[in-house]
């Protein structure tokens, strides 16, 4: 049953990494890139560390793995501001909302 439930948590993670990697891909700007990197990044991070937790030898390797998420999502926190500022201080242009004629703002 944990073995199960660990796969499941890997690969729910493994499909967040994917998306986020395909937002790196796809978006047209800086911003909208960082924010699919940074948001993707620690959802998946975090159900890869939980399907890992599952198959820990003892609580304090699964502490230990939760301690790497906590210090990974401060560390792309941190990393994502500075890319953030760095790209408006630079003055990247920021892609323009497509309307679809809808009147949504």
Avoid: C, E
Avoid at 1 to 15: C, F, K, Q, R
Avoid at 47 to 61: H, I, K
Avoid at 83 to 98: D, E, F, G, N
């Amino acid at each position: 049953m944990w073995n199960s439930l660990s796969i499941v948590l890997i690969m729910i993670g493994m499909v967040f990494f994917i998306a986020g990697t395909l937002g790196l891909l796809r978006f047209p700007d800086v911003y909208t890139r960082l924010h699919a990197l940074t948001k993707a990044d620690n959802v998946g991070l975090g159900f890869l560390v939980a399907g890992l937790m599952l198959q820990a030898d003892s609580l304090t390797t699964a502490l230990l793995l939760l301690l790497i998420w906590v210090l990974v999502m401060l560390a792309g926190a941190g990393a994502g501001q500075l890319v953030a500022q760095a790209a408006l201080q630079r003055q990247h242009p920021v892609a323009k909302s497509q309307d679809d004629g809808r009147g949504h703002d």
